[in-house]
Structures are given as C-alpha cells and as structure tokens.
C-alpha cells in the first residue's frame, strides 16, 4: 500500500454513511494490514468496487449495497493479526502449518467485527468470504447457497483482483487471464451465476473504470 492507495480509500469512505467513529476505526483497520500486505496499490477498495459492481447487476437494495460495499472494504482485516512475512509469501511456497495460520484470518476478522454493533450485519461475509462454491473453501466447507450472498460477491471480486495485481513477488495476470481463469473454475470456487453477471460487467468496463 502507498500514499495514494491511503487517499483513495479515505476519499472512498468518506461519503459512505457511517459515525465517525466507525469510519475512523476502518480506515485504522484496512491500513494497518495492507500496509504490510503484499499488495502494492491497495487492495480494499478495488474489490469493494467490484462487489458494489456485481451487487447493482444483480438488484440488490439500497441497504444492501451498503452493506456489501462494507463487508467488501473490511473483508480481509483479519490479517492484520498475521505475521508480516507470511502475506509476503507466495501460497505455493507456504508450509502446511503457514497455510492453517493463514486461514484464521477471516475468524480473526469477523471477531474483530463483534466489537462495533454498526458493523455486526458484516460479520457473516466476512466469515465466509473464502468458502468456495463446491464446499471445499474455509473456515468451515460452506457449499453453493448455504454461502451468504454477499460473501460469495466478494469472493469473486476478491479473487479476480488478486489475480490481475502486481505483487511483491510477481506481475499478475492479464484481465483475459483471470477471466478465462474465473470462467474455468466458475462452478468449483466461485457462485457460477455471479461469475457470468461478473464477467458481463468487466467486459462493458475497463478495470481503470471501475477502481
């Protein structure tokens, strides 16, 4: 995270309706991990971006998008938790025991979240936000809708920013790359109605459209 991914999530949170407390709180939140994330840019907002994008496609309410649009921005807090070295990581190059602390995060998050009552509806995308579509996703092997819709959002819009940012250790994919990849894997990890609504969107949009 630099300077200018600092600016544009404070100006992305500034409009959104929230006590000033709690809009403080989550920017504390988000700089604190993404500041030692291996993400260069920033990753909060792009995939708060994203979610928000699906979420319109699909007619979500006003206090739904709301609500996405939260959950999207605190989804990976839990990390902040996580030793600095192991986000710096490639995941194929992780220990199995590396990779079980790394899966904690969403708990980790999603506890964070019980102590402000503004943010308790987020609690369960933020749990949930790494369950993959077939049931073979974590913490706990949610399958297909049983997965809260919001998570399964975020999933996806998390995933395919990853895949197209430039890392610490690696250039990421081209935007055709990650799409063929979400198109591949559409009914193993990912909701394949949101990766189709997801994919019809991008295409009438450039990334540098969106975020």
Known sequence: MNLLSIKQLVDYLQPISLTEATRKKIQQWIIGYELKDK???GHAVPVAKYSVMIGKRIGLSKRELHLLRLAALVHDIG???LDPELLQVPHDKLSDQDIALLKLHPEYGAEMLTAIPE???LIPAVYAHHEDYDGHGYPVGKAGNKIPLAARIIHIADNYHAMTSNV???TGMSTAEAQQKLREDHSKRWDPFL???FLEAI???TSSNII
């Open 39 to 41: 993400f260069l840019n």
């Open 79 to 81: 990390k902040i938790f």
């Open 119 to 121: 943010l308790h509806a």
């Open 168 to 170: 610490v250790y690696q």
């Open 195 to 197: 990766v189709k609504v």
């Open 203 to 205: 295409s009438k949009k």
